[in-house]
């Protein structure tokens, strides 16, 4: 796509990856592609925040050819190394080699690590800067939003924070600004970038978030590495972001299973019948049927977690396990869940899954049957949901 125009001076000069279907590895489906944003900034002095990913820089320095010649860039900032922000620095050197490189200690070891080059570099950290002529950027570390090395670059000539992954969505569009796309798609793309990506993190984000509110910034644009420029929903983003930093939920439930002949499925659909009973939100997720994006996604905002898998070699079933063991490291608060199960002559499955998953409230007893579920197990099943749900419901 062509460079764009976000601000008198300012370009979006990135690439648009339309066929991206998985992100880091296969661990975050992107339903709607993915985008690599660089930003192309004209003053006295030319600087160009982040890079593309590798096998899209030819995309990236046509896009700044159409605004200036390359060779003129005088600065480049890496706001983070990991290589869908990173992998055309390379390239980009051998065209600017002069150029000052702008980014933390850390971002430097990267960068050599990943590509043995890391050019004219000059470390930073919060509190310093850089004049480029009209305009100041200044520097704001945020180290483990998501990498260590990760920062933020601010412009308050323009009113613009660069957040790299903060803030970010997967979406693949032509257009740029958030008002220009359907606001409940770019929510929920938010919503579950913010599942996948940052919510291991929230320990930290939630207090480097009140920290940046007392820099007392004039932010009017963010412009993060992936996805929309945010500068209609500014207010509405960044409310969201407080509350899922702050383990904040809402009173909805998610009931992941895995079966292996049904009899999970059916104690599962009854459960979903009991809590439906007492007018509670739910969604009912097979994990070997929905994306796991989806499903983080899902219950990042709910209060109630439900778990159930059949028993195979003395286990859980493998999908469910994996799911899990993603699941712990968001290291959520203030969840409520219980487990329960089909076996056929041993059930550690629903043990295995309380042990997993260890970091939320297992209020009850989980529960288990034999083979099939019985008439009287399915009754059960539901009065299961329906307390369940009367205890979500309780704790308002």
Known sequence: MPAKLIKEGVYSVGAIDWNERHFHGHTYVTKRGVTYNSYLILDEKVALIDTVRHGFQKELIENIKSIIDPTKIDVIVINHIEPDHSGAFPDLLKICPNAKVYGTQKAKQGLLKYYGVCGNWVPVKS?????????????????????????????????????NDGFGQHYATNKVFDYEVNFDVLMDEAQKYYANILWPFNMIISPKLAA??????????????????????????????????????????????????????????????????????????????????????YMLEAKGWVFGSSTHDGEMLPVIA?????????????????????????????????????????????????????????DKCFEIGKAFALKIKSED
């Open 127 to 163: 509190g310093q800067n850089i004049n480029i002529g009209k305009r100041t950027l200044d520097f704001i570390d945020v180290p483990m939003m998501h990498w260590p090395d990760s920062m933020f670059t601010y412009s308050a000539y323009d009113k613009i924070l660069f957040s």
């Open 212 to 297: 940046i509110s007392k820099l007392n910034l004039n932010i009017e644009i963010i412009a993060p590495s992936h996805g929309l420029v945010w500068r209609k929903h500014i207010p509405e983003i960044m409310q969201k972001y407080l509350y899922w930093s702050s383990h904040s939920c809402k009173n909805r439930i998610a009931i992941v299973y895995e079966t292996m002949w049904n009899s999970t499925e059916k104690m599962a659909r009854k459960i979903v019948e009991g809590i439906t009973s007492q007018g509670v939100e739910s969604i009912l997720f097979d994990v070997t049927k929905n994306d796991r994006t989806d499903i983080a996604s």
């Open 322 to 378: 994996g799911f899990l063991h993603f699941l712990k490291g968001s290291k959520a608060k203030g969840r409520k869940s219980f487990a329960f199960g089909s076996y056929g002559w041993s059930g550690e499955a629903t043990k295995d899954i309380e042990n997993t998953i260890s970091n939320v409230t297992f209020f009850e007893p989980s529960f288990k049957v034999v083979f099939n579920p019985t008439c009287e197990e399915l």
